[in-house]
């Protein structure tokens, strides 16, 4: 690893004995070993290059987690934002993760470029029932794909009857279910500022309220969307 390191490839039980360091915590010595090897590490500490990498991870004033389902396949971002807006963005799939440093001001195109927020069909008017929450839960989840595949089968079955152009795009793989959840951590315990979730669909978009069992559809636009991630990052964008 150089001092001018901007993206790192490596495995996931490596970054999270990374983090337990960092956070002042233990790691097993085989993978410190990987880490030193890496470059993370030397005698022990954090090298110099790391700590440029690194830089928004130890100095967060806010962070970011999203969740991505495309089409059934599911993504996981961590992203930390210090003072200055430096990033440092972490993707995994569970098994392997990359971490991203991006400059001030790069994180909202960021964003914008992994949501995939764009025009839309309108939806007809009416509103949409709503449905249980398990579904969104379950499509979120990035280690199961059983209750993944079960969760899209009956969220294109609860659609069907009220919205079938929805309905006929989760059946054809033409559909993404993101969350994002922002938080303050400069002091303290994390505390959450903010959360978005929606189904997006070839035929259009609805924003998702979970209100105890029930996930709660509610048509929306591309613009009220990004509005709505651009208030979630506004303190730290």
Known sequence: MSSDTISVVFPTDEWEALKDLLDGEGAPLDLMGDLEQRGFLENGALSQSAAKLLQAYQQAAGAVRLY?????????????????????????DGEVTVLRRQEPGQFPLTLLEMLGIGPRPRLPEGAL?????????????????????????????????????????????????????????????????????VLDTSAGMVGITVDGDTAVPVAVTSLEVWRAVAAAIAPWS
Not at 142 to 153: F, G, I, L
């Open 68 to 92: 991505v389902c495309d089409a059934g396949v599911v993504r996981e971002a961590r992203t930390w934002v210090a003072k200055d807006r430096s990033v440092l963005l972490d993707i995994t």
């Open 129 to 197: 029932p709503g449905f249980s929450a398990r579904i969104i839960r379950d499509l979120l989840r990035p280690s199961d794909s059983d209750r993944n595949a079960k969760a899209r089968d009956d969220l294109a079955e609860t659609l069907r009857g009220v919205w079938p152009a929805a309905s006929e795009a989760i059946k054809k793989d033409d559909w993404r279910l993101w969350l994002i959840q922002s938080f303050d951590v400069a002091v303290g315990e994390p505390q959450a500022r903010t959360t978005v979730c």
